[in-house]
């Protein structure tokens, strides 16, 4: 008998270790800092989930290209991206309602995090600020518009329009020049009457920090994320406050409409927005907390867009706002700009 | 028969993906159409990218031909024993990535680079110029990638050339231009039209360097492809554009031998 029960139990031992290796959660991130993010979020999930992350990884076009393919069958459970390709990947029906309930921080994150695209489609983990870098010695920026004044010309670098500091550029510059609406019509025209006193449209902020500290760009538009690369150089780098203020956005997670892992990828949900989580991210100056909870030193918060304070005063471009309209700018840009 | 597997493998992994993409351009709803060409060609931006390339790949090509064939024949008169050096020096830069090697144009033709120091310091400009983000700048970042291959293709071509083919036209009363013209561009001209193509097609296709010394505001077609299938997620333009520089690849084949075979 008790050779029975042995054999029973060592058959339900099997079969769980069985099911627990097979349990996977397939994620979709940014590719950026992807050793820092496992040794601050991956690897402690895996240790208390009995779970295995599988991590795919890429620009958003891919990532969201790959979605929509498998939109039959999901491939990918849970993603982080950002809020207004969110929304594009919402209005596709791609995405599912999420239940709140079932992310126990879910209280403790800024109002701006909760909901951010109506629906509980998506629920913000991280902000980003942007303003302006610029040389103190040289140049003092005082407002968006100088980014195009005389004093600037041919040692200023904008973003291109087909990154995420693009568009923002054009909000706040539009906002500075008193220019109305969402087409930015006539501030890509002011941007394209002195395109060549800009020296490059940049795509990476990694690239920017180089022109700077190459002293060839002492100005330029660029998120709160790179602000690290600015702040070690030698050079008197500044952080610009425009008296437009400063903008800036969110990433958000999403779970893809019936990828059938939900309670685990809640589980991953739930673990990256806790205190715990967040602060160890934030210690590690990958990504700004959402969780108003979180604390960091000051050394750490100058690094990050932290504090309910700056995140409440950021000018915040809606999601809807930037996918309605990126088309036309992308089509004035071309035209009026890059020529 | 033996060759089979490697035609299977081939077809199945390279030019299937390959004429899958370039199909995307002959549809418009799923329908054959030419419409995605049209749309294509009537916007100014694609116009102008598309002479730009071609006006920079046959500038590199033709620089290089002219630098190529002095570099080639120095190299190919000296003496046996320093000729593997000087040869391995020309070798030496494909040996070293193209992102190294473009990377380092930017630290030369910055501000404060060697290039606007030495204008500065002459007295040809009271301030150093922008070069970087011009055409010029992805000129000299194509012709220092892809020289070599033109040098390569000309000295293996001068093996060819018999020895005292040269000194016999020089006694003869013939100058240097007619030496040139006459005897050694003849008689050199399949290391040309292979090395014309290969620099042509180079720069035609080359991304890294555009995309770093050009950047947005001197886009060339591999950088407007890379653009429209990373950022726009639009394989419909990605597949004219790589029918475009596929027909430009092989039109310069044509047109190279076309034109060795007209100084025959």
Not at chain 1, 82 to 90: N, R
Not at chain 2, 186 to 204: A, R, Y
């Amino acid at each position: 008998m008790k050779y029975l029960i042995f054999a029973a139990i060592s058959a339900i031992l099997a079969v769980h270790t069985a099911v627990a290796a097979d349990k996977k959660l397939t994620i979709s991130v940014y590719s950026f800092a992807q050793d820092a993010y496992k040794e601050a979020l991956y690897d402690p999930f895996e240790a208390i989930c009995d779970c295995e992350l599988v991590i795919e990884t890429g620009n958003s076009v891919e990532r969201m290209a790959k979605i929509e393919a498998n939109a039959a069958k999901p491939v990918i459970d849970m993603a982080v991206i950002s809020s207004h390709d969110a929304l594009a990947l919402a209005r596709k029906g791609l995405l599912q309602n999420l239940d709140v309930s079932k992310l126990s921080s879910y209280n403790d994150l800024y109002e701006a995090a909760k909901n951010p695209l109506g629906e509980n489609w998506a629920v913000g983990y991280t902000f980003y600020a942007s303003s302006i870098v610029y040389r103190s010695d040289l140049i003092q920026i005082n407002s968006w518009k100088d980014l195009l004044s005389p004093e600037l010309a041919g040692r200023v670098a904008l973003p291109n329009i087909t990154g995420t500091q693009g568009p923002l550029t054009l909000f706040m510059l539009s906002k500075a020049l008193g220019h109305q609406g969402y087409g930015f019509e006539e501030t890509i025209d002011s941007i394209g009457a002195r395109a060549d006193d800009i020296v490059t449209f940049y795509v990476r902020s990694s690239q920017l920090a180089q022109l700077m500290n190459q002293e060839e760009v002492i100005a330029a538009p660029v998120g709160r994320f790179a602000w690290s690369s600015f702040a070690k150089s030698p050079l008197p780098f500044v952080w610009a406050n425009p008296q437009e203020g400063q903008t800036g956005g969110m990433n958000v997670m999403i779970m893809t409409k019936g990828n059938g892992n939900e309670e685990l990828a809640y589980q991953f949900m739930d673990y990256w927005l806790s205190v715990e989580s967040q602060t160890r991210i934030a210690n590690a100056k990958i990504d700004s907390p959402a969780n108003k909870k979180v604390q960091v030193s000051d050394e750490v918060a100058v690094s990050l867009t932290y504090g309910a304070e700056l995140i409440d005063s950021l000018n915040i471009i809606s999601p809807a706002d930037i996918i309605d309209n990126r088309e036309g700018w992308v089509e004035r840009w071309n035209t009026k700009v890059i020529k | 028969m033996l060759a089979l597997p490697a035609v299977l493998f081939t077809a199945t992994l390279f030019l299937l993906p390959v004429l899958v993409l370039l199909s995307e351009g002959f549809k418009v709803d799923e329908a054959w159409s030419l419409q995605g060409y049209a749309d294509f060609i009537s916007k100014p931006l694609n116009q102008t990218v598309f002479f730009r390339t071609l006006k920079l790949g046959f500038l590199v090509a033709g620089v290089s031909a002219v630098i190529g064939y002095a570099t080639a024949f120095s190299i190919f008169h000296l003496p046996s024993k320093h000729r593997g050096r000087i040869f391995g020096l020309v070798v030496l830069p494909l040996m070293i990535s193209p992102v190294a090697r473009t990377y380092a144009w930017i630290v030369i033709l910055g501000r404060t680079g060697i290039v606007n120091d030495a204008i500065v310091g002459l007295g040809l400009s009271d301030t150093p110029i922008r070069l970087l983000f011009t055409e010029t700048a992805v000129f000299l970042g194509l012709l220092q990638l892809f020289m070599p291959l033109m040098i390569i293709s000309l000295i293996s071509a001068m093996e060819n050339l018999p020895n005292d083919a040269v000194a016999a036209a020089r006694v003869l009363g013939a100058n240097w231009l007619q030496v040139f013209l006459k005897v050694i561009l003849p008689l050199t001209k399949e290391g040309l039209v292979i090395g014309g193509t290969l620099v042509f097609t180079g720069s035609l296709t080359a991304y890294i360097t555009p995309a770093i010394l050009g950047g947005a505001k001197v886009l060339m077609l591999e950088t407007l492809l890379y653009q429209r299938v990373n950022v726009a997620n639009d394989f419909v333009s990605a597949g004219i554009i790589a029918t475009i520089l596929i027909t430009m690849s092989f039109g310069s084949n044509l047109l190279f031998k076309r034109i060795a075979t007209a100084r025959k």
